[in-house]
């Protein structure tokens, strides 16, 4: 199973959780359609790297479990309790794991 299948996976159960449609998770996320859902779910499409914290944040998910099923690697994604963080460091950790996001993209796409 490729990365994008096994990420489409994750997304789906996530979906599934919440008792979501694909059409109400489109419509959730940005307007897309049943059919762009579908192809996500599938690995057919990829999800940009900058709308994976959002996507997880909107399932309710921590981020890592979108990444991975790998403990050790969910490990680099650990999201302890961001409450308790100042909203500066919120801001830091969001976009340490936009970066580190974009790149296991880019280290896919240059495979």
């Given amino acids: 199973m490729g990365d994008m ?4 996976r994750r997304i789906r159960r996530a979906r599934e ?3 979501w449609s694909q059409s109400e998770l489109g ?11 579908s192809d996500i779910e599938r690995g057919k499409t990829k999800v940009p790297a900058d709308e994976l914290l959002p996507l997880a944040e909107l399932l309710g998910v921590p981020l890592r ?3 991975t099923d790998d403990p050790a690697k969910a490990q680099f994604f650990r999201q302890d309790s961001e409450e308790s963080l100042p ?8 976009e340490a794991f936009e970066t580190h996001a ?10």
């Fill in 102 to 111: 974009r790149q296991l993209w880019a280290e896919k796409e240059s495979q």
């Fill in 65 to 67: 479990k979108l990444l």
């Fill in 27 to 37: 419509r959730r996320w940005g307007s897309r359609s049943h059919a762009a859902i």
């Fill in 5 to 8: 299948e096994a990420l489409g």
């Fill in 87 to 94: 909203a500066s460091d919120v801001k830091k950790v969001r």
């Fill in 17 to 19: 959780d919440k008792k």
